[in-house]
């Protein structure tokens, strides 16, 4: 048995090896156009190689290829961009929520007491300031005369967004007996009204707070697009409470004298941009024409 085994191995290996010729010639004529010396060996070798290129080429085509959108698990150029621009789209909403947290926490503090307005305001410039050299930063008798200038043509207008600019409304319009002045504390402007005065909305957004405290008696806050926050104070009623949307020029309470603060009837308006309080009268008319 030993002996018939090792023979057929050797007969098989010689199979392999074995020599043969392969004769292409013409039909018709008998003649003699080609041959080859081929081996099973050869063939099989031959085969396997082209069949090795033929699957790295395939490998290479779809990995390196608009085809490997074609195949399943890839995911392709477009669904690549969406994902990426949903990204970009996440982070810039993650910004703004927190952005919205820090006002609705800062005008909370206010409104309840916990902290006062010009705390705040002083918190706001120690946070965002470095802490430098104010004398040598005195600006010029040319770039004084260049900042008023700038300030006068860009006074009532606000930056525009993809709709169009955002004008704002003047709440009410009448005498003011005390103007913006953050260095004294006085984060707004005070308009001397009649009592009973309707109040508007400066531009169309959400109403943020709707309440009473002591020192400023009725208040409505207003949150509106491109980081804008307006303050309502001393209002004799509120006609909008917190949650509702509201449409520019809207009526949202009326003037009166309540609370603390209050030495007559008049409204007291503060304009808030990304967290710190502007000069109202740098965005709207507020004296009566």
């Known amino acids: 048995m030993g002996k018939q085994e090792a023979g057929k191995k050797r007969s098989f290996f010689k199979k392999l090896t074995d020599t043969y010729r392969l004769l292409i010639i013409d039909e018709d004529t008998f003649e003699h156009k080609l041959d ?27 990995a390196y290829t608009p085809l490997r959108e074609y195949i399943p698990g890839y995911p392709s ?40 307005p010009e705390e705040l305001s ?4 120690s946070d965002s300031i470095a802490a430098v050299d104010t004398a040598a930063l005195k600006p010029s008798h040319e770039d004084s005369l260049l900042r008023k200038e700038v300030e006068r043509k860009e006074a009532f207008r606000v930056t525009g967004n993809k709709e169009g600019r955002l004008h704002f409304i003047p709440p009410v319009r009448g005498l ?24 508007k909305a400066i531009a169309a957004g959400r109403v943020l707070f709707t309440g009473w405290t002591p020192d400023n008696g009725n208040v409505i806050v207003l949150m509106h697009s491109q980081n ?20 520019a020029g809207e009526v949202i309470a009326r003037a009166g004298n309540t609370g603390e603060n209050s030495t007559g009837p008049h409204l007291h308006f503060e304009l808030w941009h990304n967290n710190r309080p502007v000069n109202p009268e740098l965005y709207m008319p507020l004296t009566k024409p």
């Open 36 to 62: 080859f010396s081929l081996s099973r060996l050869n063939v099989f070798a031959v085969t396997g190689f082209l069949a090795l290129m033929l699957i790295v080429g395939t490998v290479f085509l779809v």
């Open 176 to 199: 003011i007996s005390r103007r913006f002045d953050p260095s004294a504390g006085h984060l707004g402007v005070d308009i001397v009204l009649p009592k009973n005065t309707p109040v």
């Open 77 to 116: 150029s477009e669904l690549r961009k969406k994902v990426y621009q949903l990204e970009l789209f996440k982070d810039s909403l993650r910004r703004e929520v927190r952005m919205r947290d820090r006002y609705i926490d800062a005008l909370r503090r206010v409104m309840t007491g916990e902290i006062t």
């Open 228 to 247: 804008f926050v307006s303050v309502y104070k001393h209002n004799q009623k509120l006609l909008k409470h917190t949650g509702q949307t509201v449409e």
């Open 122 to 125: 002083r918190k706001a410039l």
